[in-house]
């Protein structure tokens, strides 16, 4: 199919790697922060152990990054999460929430500084463009936002680090988890970093002029054949066995870090404030009434992920909803996240999913699923 074969008009954007990745054998798109992303490279199973195997080569272009720079952006940053940045280094990259008066998540992004006054946050599916400029307008800082002309990829599996190795040498391999690098290559200006939706070893490439967008995609799909990398899509196999978030699936803006157990991401106790500080310090104090759990579905297995909140009951009575399910072939389980009231959160609990082809058993579970200290992440 060619790539005139996707479209509804300007207002849903196509990446610089758009092109390549009809090329390589994209089949299907779904549509993330206004631009099409790939979701279908064939078989997800096979995608899957693509990457736990090898490596795959991902388009995540729709990972916009809000730019922040200007005298005062280390401290409209630290406004817009709960997060403590304050040792946060150059060159160094943090996961953190952003969050509303009301303690709820707008997104969950990869926070990167570049500069001691240069920033980008990595977006999930939200416009949090539009709310960091909204928040700067009586903000009384002196802050420029805007969205560069940056495209990410995502390079992940175990043999994505010999191929970083292959494109960009030795030096590349002293890079560690969650810090960035910038590099160069054949004149392609890009920002590396040590990080990705896989919970694998990976790596994401920020690349920094669309106009090489399809040179760098051929260049990286030609160095790591040798390796077995294979073009792909992010794998909600992987990232649900990982206990990785989908933002808006798994958290929305009436979730808050505490129903997660993200209270590692909130720092209640800095002097800085930030949005959202006095509604997080009340949730904290009151408790959550519902929390965040994994769950084994015990039924035949799954044929894709689910598309729609699954009614979670107990005796009769509806006390929550999955957020994300999947089959995973190498646990051979029916795996899912879920949200449920916190009197029920119990390790070991029996419950039933009332699933579109009828009410299944489930047990409620540890999450991660798999590789629960993210050993392989960050080995």
Known sequence: MTSDGFGFGTQIRKSPYF??????GAKGFSVYNHMYIPRDFGDP??????????????????????????????????????????????GQCKYVLI?????????????LRLAENHFWISLADSDILLWAQGVAVHSGLDVTIG?????????QGPKSGEIMQALFGD??????????????????????????WSSELGYEIYLRDSAH??????RIMATGMAFGLKPGHTSSIRRIEGGMLSYHADADINTNPYELGLDRLVNLDMEADFIGKAALQRIQQEGVTRKQVGLIIDCAPMQGPNTTFWPIHKDGIAIGKVTSAVYSPRLDKNIALAMVAADHAHIGL?????????PTAATIVERPFFDPKKKLAAA
């Open 19 to 24: 092109e390549a990745t009809v090329r390589w």
């Open 45 to 90: 199973e096979q995608n899957f152990w693509n990457l736990v195997n090898d490596a795959i080569l991902c388009d995540v272009a729709v990972e916009r990054q809000v730019e922040i720079t200007g005298p005062d952006a280390a401290r409209f940053v630290q406004m817009l999460t709960p997060r403590d940045l304050s040792n946060m280094a150059v």
């Open 350 to 358: 029996e419950i039933e999913v009332i699933t579109p082809s009828g």
């Open 99 to 111: 969050t509303n008066a009301e303690g709820g998540i707008l997104n969950d992004p990869i926070l």
């Open 213 to 218: 967008g399809d040179a760098l995609w051929e």
């Open 147 to 155: 969205e560069p002309d940056v495209s990410p990829l995502q390079l």
């Open 171 to 196: 030096s590349i391999m002293d890079l560690k988890y969650y810090w960035l690098r910038e590099v160069d290559l054949d004149g392609i200006p890009l920002i590396v970093s040590r990080t990705g």
